[in-house]
């Protein structure tokens, strides 16, 4: 049971990013699926989430109207479109898996920076 991040790097200000977030050996339908993120010295906070059923997302307010969480049931994945990004978005991004596991990936960088 395991999730795996990719999709970060460098972009400057105003770009965009995909993340990916791949799950293996149980099924995200079900799950209520989070993307976290923690900045150098800061708590890790959470930025997206879905509930179980995918009928519901949620944003924090920092990156509402710029981020979007979704997922590919056929290739068992999670992704955060990010775009308009900010300096202040750099951080290490983690997804995480709620329900009979709970199950975090080793995350992925993203630098935000001209």
């Known amino acids: 049971v395991q999730l795996v991040e990719s999709g970060g790097g460098l972009v400057q200000p105003g770009g965009s990013l995909r993340l990916s977030c791949a799950a293996s050996?149980?099924?995200?339908?079900?799950?209520?699926m989070s993307w976290y993120r923690q900045a150098p010295q800061k708590e890790r906070e959470w930025v997206a989430g879905s509930n179980s059923a995918w009928t519901s997302t949620n944003y924090a307010d920092s990156v509402k109207g710029r981020f979007t969480i979704s997922r590919d049931n056929a290739k068992n994945t999670v992704y955060l479109e990010m775009n308009s990004l900010k300096p202040e978005d750099t951080a290490v991004y983690y997804c995480n898996a709620a329900g009979y596991y709970y199950v975090w990936g080793q995350g992925t960088q993203v630098i935000v920076s001209s």
């Open positions: 050996g149980f099924t995200v339908n079900g799950y209520v």
